[in-house]
């Protein structure tokens, strides 16, 4: 008897779901809307996307494979569009850029990111449209990034010593862990203590911002956010992120005060902030706008660039031919000279085709950030509604045979001769996206991942652990919105005995 009572609220619960999404369904039916597999009630296409284990942006190109380029599913109550062309791709990130320039309004954004106001979550609008002037004008600038050229030189530099020192004891060493910790201190500026807790804090981050939570596919239902404790488990997180936030901004301003000149970007943002408070401007930002566009630059300026190089270091333990060939560039290049500093990288083209491949083999944001449709359109003669959220499979796309060969396999000289780049403009391969919401951080990201890989190559020779082969390397991949590797990496580095420099 108390067994019924108790399955009352939840029978009631379902069946009123299963209503409204008949109404939904109902709706829908005046709309030409793509294909895509069956939907069952209350999950629509959830069991298929958790279906075989897989990462979502695989699992998402076998259903691409099946249903088509332009492909509709219904998460939970959230209606999808996967857009797995790259034509397609030009339709929504191009053609159609104003129309699909929102972002779903994810519960990690509203709490964690207080209100959207970090750039990548907040909405279509004046705030986001100011927020991306300053990325333009002050934050991303080329300037900018050489401005943090000695950061990242001091830094890397303090890791190829650590490496050397494992190599010398001939040890194993946890190249992820080195690597994640090389680029919190370039991107956060500072050492040490927060790391750890970064490193968790940001492992929690990055599954909130999936999107795959029950609060986010079932948007409707407020209870969820409470009932499935994602509310309370965010609001944690908020706390620790102040935790880390405060002294930082603290110590900025107190820095300033005590006459510092250099200027990062947390300096960037507070200048800012003072001088349209001073000037009475209709446009500002608040402490808490500050500390979330910081938690974000921390986020994907740190995690983007350290899973990158993660994929370039594993792809080339497991093409030693690959690998032969970028030191042998490098060493040829340097000789004995060594390599004195960043300026010096910009000849060395296999460098730059080995981080492209990368970026096309291991895009870290395989499915983009999600965006959402402003007003209903048509995309290759399909209606999408109005608030349909857009994925787009960047993976699917970097490694369709339709315009690649051989697409699996890892092989920088493909683009050898050719005018493909990944700055947004060749919808085969958009690592970074494309249009009004591209990513406005490639010249940093960039900038911070080839002068650790040209260090790493230069410097070292690299061996896999206990006798294993380039090809027992696993290359698995976690659940995730970025793509990092689900093992941590571990490899014994060589000193190369005649290498120089940094
Ligand atoms: C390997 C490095 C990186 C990769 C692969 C990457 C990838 C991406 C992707 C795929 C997007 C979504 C674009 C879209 O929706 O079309 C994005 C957005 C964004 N990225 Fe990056 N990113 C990288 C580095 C960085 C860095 C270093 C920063 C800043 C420090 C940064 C800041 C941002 C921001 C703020 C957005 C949101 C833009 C908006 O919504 O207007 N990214 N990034």
Same mark, same amino acid.
């Given at each position: ?5 108790? $399955? ?8 009123? %779901?299963? &209503?409204?999404?008949? $109404? ?192 986010? %596919? ?196 493909? &683009? ?62 976690? &659940? ?23």
């Amino acid at each position: 008897m108390e067994a019924t009572f108790w $399955l009352l609220p939840i029978i009631s619960f379902l069946a009123s %779901l299963f &209503f409204m999404q008949k $109404l939904l369904m109902k709706k829908s039916q005046k709309f030409q809307l793509p294909p895509g597999p069956p939907k069952l009630p209350v999950i629509g296409n959830l069991h298929q996307l958790a279906a075989k284990n897989m990462p979502p942006h695989r699992r998402l190109r076998e259903l691409a494979r099946v249903y088509g380029p332009i492909m509709h599913l219904r998460l939970g109550e959230v209606p999808t569009l996967v857009i797995s062309s790259a034509e397609a791709a030009k339709e929504v990130l191009k053609n159609h850029d104003i129309n699909f320039a929102n972002r779903p309004k994810l519960m990690v954004g509203k709490i964690l990111y207080y209100n959207f106001s970090d750039i990548g979550l907040s909405p279509y609008g004046e705030y986001w449209r100011q927020l991306r002037k300053i990325a333009a004008l002050e934050l991303f600038t080329v300037k900018r990034v050489q401005s943090f050229r000695h950061i990242r030189e001091e830094e890397v530099s303090k890791f190829i010593k650590s490496l050397a020192s494992a190599a010398a004891s001939g040890s194993v060493v946890n190249l992820s862990d080195k690597l994640f910790g090389l680029l919190f201190n370039i991107t956060s500026s500072r050492e040490g203590e927060d790391q750890d807790a970064f490193r968790v804090f940001l492992s929690n981050l990055l599954d909130a911002l999936a999107g795959f939570s029950m609060a986010d %596919l079932y948007p409707s239902i407020k209870l969820l956010e409470s009932l499935s404790g994602f509310r309370k488990k965010l609001q944690e997180m908020i706390k620790e992120s102040d935790r880390m936030l405060d002294p930082i901004i603290e110590e900025h301003i107190f820095n300033k005060r005590q006459g510092k000149a250099e200027e990062d970007l947390v300096d960037v943002l507070l200048r800012f902030q003072k001088e349209n408070e001073s000037a009475n401007m209709s446009f500002s930002l608040t402490t808490n706008n500050i500390k979330s566009v910081i938690l974000e630059i921390f986020s994907a300026g740190s995690e983007t660039s350290f899973s990158t190089l993660e994929w370039a270091m594993s792809e080339l333990l497991r093409n030693p031919k690959v690998m032969e060939k970028a030191q042998a560039e490098l060493r040829d290049f340097f000789k004995e000279k060594g390599i004195t500093g960043e300026s010096s990288l910009n000849e060395l083209k296999y460098l730059k085709l080995v981080i492209k491949e990368t970026l096309r083999l291991h895009p870290v944001v395989p499915l983009l950030v999600p965006r959402e449709s402003i007003e209903h359109c048509q995309i290759h003669g399909y209606d999408v509604p109005s608030k349909t959220r857009i994925m787009v499979n960047a993976f699917a796309i970097a490694t369709d045979p339709q315009y690649w060969e051989e697409p699996e396999v890892f092989k920088p000289e493909r &683009f050898e001769g050719s005018s493909i780049d990944y700055k947004g403009n060749n919808f085969e391969l958009i690592p970074f996206g494309s249009g009004r919401r591209m990513c406005p951080g490639i010249a940093l990201g960039v900038a911070n991942m080839e002068l650790p890989l040209a260090m790493m190559l230069y410097r070292f020779d690299w061996k896999l652990p206990a006798g294993m082969k380039p090809n027992d390397l696993d290359m698995d991949e976690p &659940f995730g919105v970025t793509v990092r590797r689900k093992n941590t990496l571990r490899v014994i580095p060589i000193s190369y005995a005649s290498s120089f420099g940094i």
